[in-house]
């Protein structure tokens, strides 16, 4: 075929240079996001009934709707195309309790989305995990609901009879208030008391290193998040994998604090993020008024993003080093 | 062994099967030569010839006679890539779309050689100075793209010695094998080349850096300098590995300063074409007249590696090697990621043209900029240690305090991110608008 007559001019495109792109699309990470929480949403869904899918159903419609609507109003074409709100309130669902009201899970969602996202200008312009805010918020608005926990429903529950068959408080609570210790094998496989999704350490486990085998997440901020809550357990004579797998360390250490939005870009910057969430958590664990501190932890460090990256903006290439110095 | 690298980049898709096993054809000289006057950093040339008068139309030129030339230091001469008569002094659209004088020759068919070509003294007599004076007269630029002139490169400041040349053979751009092919088939030439430009410096360590995927070229270049004091440097296949700074960075493990050129640590990098270039100008006194370009694209019948006279449009090329199976999305002069996609196949090849690309969508579509999810894959892999997605942020002065000026144009930030964002492309603008404040502060 000639030259001439096969290049139609009005369609060959002329952009500016790199001209190939890499195949990751946000999409396509938010996707393996959801495939990272599988796990985790089998262990709820194994431990606490298909209750827990419903839970996690509400937190999304939630979700999906505030952000429908909120493309709707700004005149966007294609909401939920990029799998935010999915991911928002996914997140979010494993951070509540089991046998919530269905209102209570679909008014986090929405709230998630419309007042953790949106009223700063959509995705990416957050400055808190938006699943994290609408954590805070049930947590403020409805304290009795959300701090309401049993036991798993295949139970056999560990400590046998005496105790409550129905409900319980989580292991952090034991630990803190009743000086009871959930046995390890129990917080590594998921039979305690909890929120849907932070239960169950080798759920969490799994998604997380799916995460850094795929890329999508780096390893300093779970690292060093996990890392300094650990080290700080053992200083203050605590047992480090207890701190490690009982309550939300996990599921905030590998899915909530890696948040892109919300945390530091710089490599430095992550690894202080990670440490600064570590102190905070256990801080509040072991001196605060909650027996938990992870939600707060995080938001809080989120705050602090912008200074974090002011203060470890990389060392540009060739500053730093004197000219002619062979 | 272990091969060196820099820190960051990425790995595109590489294509090079298209073309890494076409041995370079030549292209039968056009009937038609357009010879832009500027084809390299620097100031443009006027139409003369060698006795300084000028140039016009019906004057009868020979192969590889200068037409273009200037008084600026920073500059290089262009010549007559076709023997015959000067059609006229036009213009010719650049890839960058600037339009520019040029000189249009109509070729006589005979391809007449000037009388005034000879061969100098071999290498061993001749002077640092004949050495470089030979090649500014033969119009060498750096031919990797960057089109900077030789000579220049080669005359630092007072007080500073080059100790370090580096020939660039890492061809680090997808699709390109015009540098592997040129390593595999004339390796001595090469070799030939970096001793002449060790002479004309005196530096003392001549590199042949390569990339780790070209087995065939490591091997031809080795043997080719077998018994010289010359190294072979294997380098990690990543691009842009074959960047000017990060190539020296991997080499030498020195960084060239901020703001600064690599003459200022004592080193020189050169294209392995240039090398070529600069031997043949040697021995036989031949101008840089012509070079080798990879034709290549999925939508390309037969993909090649063709010796191109300076000045041949575009098109016969594309001609040469069969035409288009289906209509391309995109033509790129150069490589994908750093070359431009052109919308005009009367643009002739220059001397920093090393490719020519013609793709279908499934390569190069263009995608929709969707909104910064803040992944820090940009900054990930920026070469140059930037934090692009604020860098891009112009026209938000804000962009400013994230080191604009720093950036290389390299595109893996833009290659990389997720979201489509045009991160490279407001960068520019970025740098644009500080090398602006940066000259009116003085």
């Known amino acids: 075929m000639s030259v001439e007559e096969n290049v139609d001019r009005s369609v060959l495109t002329v952009t500016s240079s790199p001209h190939l792109k890499d195949r ?303 | 062994m272990v091969a060196k690298t820099f820190r960051g980049g990425v790995h595109p898709p590489e294509y090079k099967e298209l073309t890494e096993s076409s041995a370079i054809e030549a292209l039968p000289p056009p009937e038609k030569v357009i010879v832009p006057l500027i084809q390299h950093i620097g100031a443009p040339c006027q139409p003369a010839v060698a006795d300084e008068t000028v140039l016009k139309k019906g004057d009868s030129v020979c192969l590889g006679e200068k037409i273009g030339d200037t008084d600026a230091f920073v500059s290089a001469p262009v010549h007559a890539s076709v023997s015959g008569e000067v059609m006229e002094i036009g213009e010719a659209r650049l890839v960058d779309g600037r339009k520019v004088p040029a000189v249009v020759i109509e070729s006589d068919g005979e391809d007449r050689p000037c009388e005034s070509i000879q061969p100098a003294a071999s290498l061993e007599n001749l002077t640092p100075d004949e050495i470089k004076e030979i090649i500014r007269e033969a119009g060498i630029v750096g031919m990797g793209g960057a089109a900077f002139p030789c000579h220049v490169k080669y005359s630092p400041p007072e007080g500073i010695e080059l100790d370090t040349i580096i020939i660039n053979g890492c061809e680090c751009e997808p699709f390109l094998t015009c540098d592997d092919r040129l390593m595999r088939e004339d390796p001595g030439e090469i070799v030939f080349g970096l001793q002449a430009i060790l002479k004309a410096t005196g530096a003392e360590r001549g590199v042949i850096a390569v990339e780790n995927n070209k087995p065939d070229a490591i091997e031809a270049m080795r043997a080719a300098v077998d018994g010289t004091s010359l190294e072979v440097v294997i380098v990690e296949t990543k691009y842009p590995e074959g960047a000017e700074k990060q190539l020296i960075k991997a080499v030498t493990d020195r960084e060239v300063p901020s703001g600064g050129l690599p003459f200022q640590i004592g080193v020189v990098v050169n294209n392995v074409a240039t090398a070529a270039s600069i031997a043949r100008a040697v021995k036989t006194g031949m101008p840089l007249y012509e070079r080798i370009v990879t034709v290549s694209g999925d939508v390309v019948a037969r993909p090649a590696n063709l010796l191109v006279r300076i000045g041949t449009p575009i098109r016969e090329l594309f001609e040469y090697c069969g035409g288009f199976t289906e209509p391309p999305a995109r033509i790129i002069a150069g490589g994908p990621m750093m070359g431009q996609a052109v919308g005009d196949l009367d643009i002739p090849v220059v001397k920093g043209m090393s490719g020519l690309l013609a793709v279908s969508s499934e390569i190069s579509a263009y995608h929709e900029e969707e909104p910064c999810i803040r992944c820090g894959r940009c900054v990930d892999v920026c070469p140059a240690f930037l934090m692009p997605l604020y860098a891009a942020r112009y026209p938000d002065d804000e962009a400013l305090e994230y080191d604009p000026l720093d950036c290389i144009e390299c595109g893996s930030c833009a290659y990389i991110c997720p979201a489509n964002q045009r991160l490279l492309a407001r960068i520019r603008l970025a740098k644009a608008e500080a090398q602006a404040r940066a000259d009116a502060a003085g």
């Open chain 1, 24 to 326: 990751k699309t946000t999409q396509g990470i938010m996707f393996d996001v959801v495939i990272a929480l599988l796990p985790a949403v089998a262990a709820a869904t194994y431990f606490f009934g298909v209750g827990a899918l419903i839970t996690l159903g509400t937190c999304i419609a939630g979700a999906f709707i505030a952000e429908a609507g909120v493309m709707w109003a700004r005149g966007k074409a294609i909401p939920l195309a990029d799998g935010s709100a999915l991911v928002t309130g996914l997140l979010l669902g494993l951070t509540l309790p089991p046998d919530l009201p269905l209102w209570v899970g679909f008014v986090g969602g929405a709230f998630a989305i419309g007042i953790g996202k949106a009223i700063f200008g959509g995705l990416g312009l957050n400055m808190f995990n938006p699943a994290l805010v609408g954590r805070a918020f049930l947590v403020a608005s409805f304290p009795v609901l959300l701090t309401t926990f049993r036991w798993p429903t295949d139970s056999g529950a560990w400590m046998g009879p005496e105790f409550d068959a129905v409900s319980t408080a989580t292991p952090l609570a034991l630990a803190r208030f009743d000086e009871v210790y959930t046995p390890l094998i129990e917080l590594f496989w998921g039979r305690v008391g909890g929120s849907l999704g932070e239960t169950s350490a080798i759920a969490l486990i799994i998604g997380g290193l799916y995460l850094l085998f795929r890329g999508i997440i780096n390893w300093r901020i779970p690292a060093s998040y996990i890392g300094t809550v650990m080290l700080l357990a053992f200083l203050g004579g605590q047992d480090p994998l207890f701190h490690m797998m009982a309550g939300g360390l996990l599921i905030g250490a590998f899915f909530m604090a890696t948040d892109y939005v919300t945390s530091p870009i710089t490599a430095r910057g992550k690894i202080l993020f990670g440490v600064g969430c570590g102190l905070l958590t256990y801080a509040i664990r072991t001196f605060g008024g909650y027996p938990e501190g992870v939600l707060y932890s995080i938001l809080f460090m989120n705050a602090a993003v912008p200074l974090i990256e002011r203060f470890t903006k990389p060392r540009v290439f060739g500053t730093g080093v004197k000219a002619n110095g062979g």
